[in-house]
């Protein structure tokens, strides 16, 4: 069913054409057409779309205001409180309408943009509602709105996004070159303790380590307890066990193989040992053996004891 019932005299036909084509611009159904189709009678027809539209504009001319249909259309929308009128001519509304303001159409060309027809599109958008091209147009700015907003907090949280991604990579960064720092410091560390525990040709051992002083000259550092000039090196006394080893050892092995009493036997037996006491004791002297003084005071007791018994054999 349409929304806007125009009522009509057919002399005003154009007005009323050019009425409906400016409202349905709104978006608004218009019903002005007369034409009956067949097998509908004029008043089942006009009277069905007068009694279900939600407006019902009456034009008033001087040929409307004489047409009996115009006015008990007129009458009918009264009734209903659905009516608003509109001159189209100035003319005086008929007897039971004056009351009624009409909106003045009297010169209108059909600009909807007109004063007089915003007038007349507000009086029925009262009725009707927001014309529905305003609440198209008004979804579509909606709709544009929301879709730019979208965007918009789109682009900020990808921004935010990559402001916080470019943080924690920095952060990363800088932690990862913090590490390396703590690693190179760890690692020069151990090289430095390396190095002081390193003997170098430059390092000296304490004892010969030269201590420079503030104003004097440097001096070699001495040892608390000097060496005894007159002690005789351990290599000496290597060179005389050794001396004294062979020259046992040769004793000992002529006596034992040429001796033909036994006592001769058991004293180059005597000797042997000692002459390996002897070299013994040479050996450790002289790579500063431990026990190299137990065998040499063996060798030097084994020695008088063996003389010693010479001594007293008859």
């Not at 030269?210 to 290599?235: F, I, L, Q, R, Y």
């Not at 009493?261 to 070299?279: E, P």
């Amino acid at each position: 069913m349409s929304d806007i019932f125009i009522s009509y005299a057919r002399e005003d036909i154009d007005k009323a054409r050019q009425l409906a084509k400016a409202l349905e611009a709104q978006g608004w159904s218009v019903f002005w057409d007369r034409t009956i189709p067949p097998g509908q009678s004029w008043r089942s027809y006009i009277g069905k779309f007068l009694k279900e539209t939600g407006c019902v504009i009456v034009t008033w001319s001087a040929a409307s205001i004489d047409s009996d249909w115009v006015c008990e259309e007129a009458d009918h929308a009264k009734r209903r409180r659905v009516l608003i009128p509109v001159l189209i001519e100035p003319v005086a509304p008929p007897l039971g309408f004056s009351a009624i303001h009409a909106a003045d159409l009297v010169g209108w060309n059909g600009d909807a943009t007109a004063d007089a027809f915003a007038v007349l599109r507000n009086a029925v958008s009262a009725l009707l509602g927001t014309p529905p091209v305003v609440v198209e147009k008004e979804k579509h700015q909606q709709a544009e709105a929301e879709a730019k907003r979208k965007a918009i907090e789109a682009e900020r949280r990808k921004s935010a996004s990559n402001t916080e991604r470019r943080a924690k990579k920095a952060t990363g960064q800088v932690e990862k070159a913090e590490a390396e720092k703590r690693r190179r410091a760890k690692v020069k560390a151990k090289s430095s303790i390396k190095e002081i525990d390193k003997p170098t040709a430059d390092r000296a051992p304490l004892k010969e380590r030269v201590v420079p002083e503030s104003n004097e000259k440097p001096t070699a550092s001495v040892s608390p307890h000097p060496p005894d000039s007159t002690a005789v090196p351990a290599s000496s006394f290597s060179g005389i066990y050794r001396v004294v080893g062979f020259v046992l050892l040769i004793g000992g092995l002529l006596g034992f193989f040429l001796g033909d009493a036994s006592y001769a036997k058991v004293s180059a037996t005597v000797m042997l040992v000692v002459a390996g006491s002897c070299l013994m004791a040479a050996y450790g002297l002289k790579n500063g053996k431990a026990w190299a003084g137990a065998l040499a005071l063996i060798a030097v007791v084994g020695a008088i004891l063996y003389f010693g018994f010479w001594a007293y054999v008859p």
